[in-house]
């Protein structure tokens, strides 16, 4: 029964939704509303248990004195900190505290970590357009066609390659490209159904 | 030339004269602008493949629509309870189009509601900048939700036909038929990399991305998770499981524990193992980065959803000297997998992956029917090709999903 209950309510669950999906009648609206709102209670709830887990490991840092703990230190001030500058008595989501912590700390800090993606997208073009083989040559080529054609001083060069460009993105790049996003669609398919049939079980904690 | 001047005022005046007669009469200040030709056939239909809460109404345009000083600038499209009023408006269109989608909602608290089952007339007003003219009042009409959508046959055909496919395909593996399917690196490298692991003495660390525990891909990295997992308590390597969602990390948790439970070693489980970390982006990329540069894994496993932060991820993963092995469903971020790692699964070969390690005649007889489905997408795409170039070009439109 321990199996058999969760696997019958994915089933149900399961046929539902597919069901749903070709019934626009406004019961079958509610209904999928509803089941989306149970998503977000389960989903409020399962927070608790993340938050749990997240101070019991740095606790455990800190009281086992593990390599680095410091840093579970200013990860728990940080966690609670945020937490409490929000709640009622110290004036809420609109406090001064808060709104400072947020804007001052957490967005300059966040906008710094997408920023280096611009260091790391050079690292990895560097190796990537390093021409090894043959075929790592063609995507050098290929790159520098699509990255040049942003160039303003080409001159009289700038058409052919900004039109060498629009044909490699429009023609051969999107032909892969959708042939990926079908094979991801074949593939959601499968395993959504997998998944109905009980076939794959990996959810459960058991194959 | 007195006489001469004369005949002149009065050939002019009698021209002046003829060309006004030709004119539409100005509208003298005070008295009413002669009206334009008002819209016709005004007709009025339930919005089809929907909740309800919606009507379309469709009109033949007036005869002044882009014509004569009449011009019409605009239709207004009115609404009532009675074919007598009042008419409130609904919409307004541009000249020239003669087709509105009166759409409200389903909230009776809003003003914007629409009621089902519920009799309404509509009439289509032309406007000029000077005068309108009202059509004939249309209706009763009553908007209705249906309970089949229409427009998505070709959907259901797909489906339908894809179920058998897989179904067939399982059946036929389940009698012991050989199903072939191709070796792909990413996978058997998977071993290789826990070897690595167990021989250096380092972590592996599994990273899902972003994912909720609702999406295809992380459901299907759940199933990896378990392989892995078994896998590392076979070889006592630990494992190490960051995660951004804590449903995830709480299905994450039994998965392991599970595998660790099956492979004969439940007392090496530690829970902390799979631990959440947050669920802001980039605080969970510095998290994930902070521990690869202290932790140093041997082995790192992208698989899930990702989004922004793969380059991010896989980047520092490759400067910490990891054997990297990524899986996502996200075609914009592969290329950045493809560069930075090892190993990329591309696409579907993520939900392929639990049967490729598990050789399970259930789960390769699934695989089987999505290598019959993308044959018969590529014999259809290439007849498409075809009744395109050879004047036939309605036959892409038995395919086109309408809404």
Redesign the interface.
Known sequence: MKKEIPLLIVLICGLFM?IQ?????????FLYRYALDW?IV??VF??????W??T??SY?KISRRS??WP?AVVALIGLFGMIFSGFGFFGGMESYMYKHLFQFI?VP??AT??A??AF??T???Y??FRARSALATVLLATALIVMLRFNPFLGPLGDPIGAAASWILNVPNMAA?RA?????G??????????ILG????????? | MIRQIVWLFLLALLLAVCVQAQEPPAAAPGMPAAPPSPPTNVVVKDAP????HAVIVSWTLSADDGAGRRNIITYRILRAETPAGPFTERGVVGLGTSLYSDKGT?EESDPNYFQ?HKDFYYKVVAVTTASEAESAVAGPIQAY?????VG?TP??IA?LI??FL?LFF?RQAKRGAYLYVRPLAGIEAVDEAIGRATEMGKPILYVFGLG???D?AT??S??????VAKKVAEYQTSLIVP?Y???V???AQ??V??AYL?AGRPDSYRE?SV?????????Y??AVN?TML?ERPATNLYLGKFY?ES??L???G?LAGSIQIAGT?E?TQ?P?F???CDYTL???E???A?AYL?REP??LG??K??DW??AA?IILAIFGFLAATFGWPEFVSYFRVT?
């Open positions: 597919a999906f070709f019934v626009p009648n406004e019961a079958s609206q998503v389960i989903g399962a927070l608790a248990l993340g938050i887990s997240f019991k490991v455990d390599e680095n840093y957490v800090i966040q970590m997408f280096l993606l790391f997208i690292s990895a073009a190796r990537a490209k990926i996003v079908i094979g991801i074949l593939g959601m398919v499968a395993t959504a159904l997998k998944v076939i794959e079980r990996g959810y459960m904690g058991k194959d | 493949d929907d909740a309800g389903d089902n939700g249906q309970w089949y959508n998505r959907v259901l489906v894809f179920t897989t399982i909720t525990a609702s295809i459901i299907a759940f199933t990896i998770l378990g392989r995660c969602d804590p449903i990390m709480t299905v039994e998965t524990r599970t099956d902390d631990y959440f970390v947050t669920q802001a982006q980039f605080a990329v510095a902070g202290r922004a380059l991010l896989a980047e520092t490759a469903d075609p592969i950045f493809v560069v930075a591309i696409g579907e993520l939900y392929a639990s598990g259930l789960l699934s695989l029917a999505q489905a993308k997408i809404n």
